[in-house]
């Protein structure tokens, strides 16, 4: 277990040098710069102050230079300024964060429970499946932003039930927020059930068929303990291989959902920071949700093997 940890961590900080490198080395190659947008919207700066600005910020100095100048920064704890927001990255990836973990992170929870009770209800009803199965390709097969506009419509503009996007003002309680949140939080569940509904429901189905399941029910078990504590847990490998995919949504943010509900984000905020040409927000922004991805994907590993010996060779 301990070669497997020290090994993936070598991976991963092998991975983050090399997708920093080409992420940097693409913003650069990308037409314009800074300095060009801020021509651009001040036509009055000559070409003497463009020279001075792109020397200030370092822009004349060649690509790899300036990458290896950013990267020893970084690995410093130094993240730089945000030139596109005109304030320090941390300061401005930090809230943006925080928004993009609540609103995800409930939709992610609930469409993983949502999507392993309708998978249960599958394979313990075989009856039902056809039904569960139709949920799950309406809810994935809808586009999020078509479902969204739907639900501001019903519940924002017809029954005035719920706020139609944005977010509650600072101060505000704990229940003024969550109104706030029941749509796009809705939004991202329905979209996101269906791989949990499906995968679980033909891992307990083919878990209900296995011998040992047949034994426990002989010795007297109940139904749920059979399927809560004896085939979930052999289950759990492909459930758990998903949610360690989703873990990178949780960083890396819902871009069309938090643009319908009006909501900022860190989907919005990589667009911005990627066609503004901020390069210190963009690549911390992107090697923060690639980092968070790898280590959901260690996590969900590990948790593999604890849950199946037969993996712990592997």
Not at 281 to 308: C, I
Request: net charge positive; aromatic share 6%.
């Amino acid at each position: 277990m301990l070669r497997l940890v020290g090994a993936r961590l070598v991976q991963i900080a092998v991975t983050l040098v090399a997708l920093s490198f080409c992420a940097y080395g693409l913003i650069g190659l990308m037409p314009g710069d800074p300095i060009d947008l801020a021509i651009a919207a001040d036509p009055r700066l000559s070409a003497e102050d463009a020279a001075r600005l792109r020397a200030l910020h370092g822009l004349d100095r060649p690509l790899l230079a300036r990458y290896g100048a950013w990267a020893g920064m970084v690995l410093s704890g130094e993240f730089g300024f945000s030139r596109l927001f005109a304030q320090p990255a941390a300061a401005v990836l930090w809230p943006a964060l925080g928004s993009t973990l609540v609103l995800l992170g409930a939709a992610l929870a609930i469409a993983a429970a949502v999507g392993v009770g309708l998978g249960a209800l599958a394979a313990l009803r075989p009856r039902l499946a056809p039904a569960v199965d139709a949920v799950a390709v309406i809810g994935q097969s809808a586009p999020s932003f078509w479902l969204g506009m739907l639900l501001i419509i019903l519940f924002a503009v017809r029954l005035g039930w719920l706020p139609a996007g944005g977010s509650a003002e600072a101060g505000a309680g704990a229940g003024e927020a969550l109104r706030f949140l029941v749509l796009p939080v809705a939004t991202l569940a329905i979209a996101n059930l269906a791989a949990y509904a499906r995968h679980s429901a033909a891992a307990l189905g083919a878990a209900l068929r296995e011998p040992w399941i047949r034994s426990a029910r002989a010795r007297g078990a109940p139904e749920r303990v059979v399927l809560w504590r004896h085939a979930l847990p052999n289950a759990a490998v492909p459930i758990l291989t998903i949610a360690a995919l989703d873990a990178g949504a949780l960083v890396s943010g819902a871009l069309v959902t938090e643009t319908v509900f009006a909501r900022p984000g860190m989907g919005k905020l990589i667009y911005d920071a990627v066609m503004g040409n901020d390069y210190n927000l963009a690549l911390l922004a992107l090697l923060l949700a690639a980092l968070v991805t790898m280590l959901a994907t260690l996590a969900a590993d590990l948790a593999q093997r604890a849950l199946d010996p037969r993996l712990r060779d592997a």
